[in-house]
């Protein structure tokens, strides 16, 4: 089993909502990370989780905030968006970070829509 | 500064004919790299990796060919199938920066009857 699903498919949020994007996975990995796409562009990563704690965070406005609260889940609240953060956001996990060794699976995405 | 590159935006293929998908990265620190496959409104799905210490890895009808002095790799699909038809993604790491994946721009494959 190489599934990781996402909850939920689509959002639409106004720009002073608070909302959660959350992803799942039941295959063990230690490693866990967000993406940002936007139309015809590849996948930017934001954050990387390794072990349940935050190891990369390229960068990424304080409006967006992850979570991993135990091996199998991993959150990101969003709070006072823009309507250029309108994107695709997928979830990913690996088995571990070691030095890239490990292919990293993709959930099927959550569809934003910031209004 | 894009790091890798797929210089093919679409590339149109007949069905049981090969289909050869190409990357070329700048980074020589890269050492790992990996194709993934990308229909509409779901997340990429992992296809194949390879790694710097191979030239070749073969899955099925699936090939991915890595030249390392000229820093480009090439995916093969035979024979190609309607199915194919997909975005494909070509990405790659390096052992310092780990886990984070540089994706290229991405070659659209329509796969023709």
């Known amino acids: 089993d190489t599934e990781v699903t996402q909850t939920p498919k689509h959002l639409v949020m106004g720009m002073t909502n608070k909302k959660s994007l959350k992803c799942e996975q039941h295959?063990?990995?230690?490693?866990m990370y967000w993406y940002k796409q936007k139309a015809k562009k590849p996948p930017e990563l934001m954050f990387v989780y390794s072990y349940e704690k935050l190891s990369i965070n390229e960068s990424v406005p304080s409006r967006f905030s992850p979570e991993c609260p135990n091996s199998s889940l991993l959150n990101l609240h969003l709070h006072a968006l823009q309507p250029e953060d309108s994107a695709l956001y997928l979830c990913?996990?690996?088995?571990?970070?070691?030095?890239?060794?490990?292919?990293?699976?993709f959930g099927p995405g959550t569809r934003l829509t910031v209004t | 500064d894009q790091q890798v590159k797929q210089n093919s935006p679409s590339l149109s293929v007949q069905e049981g004919r090969i289909s050869i998908l190409n990357c070329d990265y700048t980074?020589?620190?890269?050492?790992?790299f990996l194709w993934y496959k990308k229909y509409p409104a779901e997340g990429p799905t992992f296809l194949i990796s390879?790694?710097?210490?191979?030239d070749k890895n073969e899955d099925g009808r699936f090939t991915v060919f890595l030249n390392k002095s000229a820093k480009h790799l090439s995916l093969h699909i035979v024979p190609s199938q309607p199915g194919d038809s997909a975005v494909y993604f070509c990405?790659?790491?390096?052992?310092?920066?780990?886990?984070?994946?540089?994706f290229g721009t991405g070659t659209r494959l329509q796969v023709t009857l």
């Open positions: 990405a790659a790491s390096g052992t310092g920066t780990a886990s984070k994946l540089t």
């Open positions: 980074n020589s620190m890269f050492d790992y």
């Open positions: 990913a996990s690996s088995r571990t970070l070691a030095g890239g060794l490990y292919e990293q699976y």
């Open positions: 295959m063990g990995h230690r490693a």
């Open positions: 390879i790694s710097s210490i191979k």
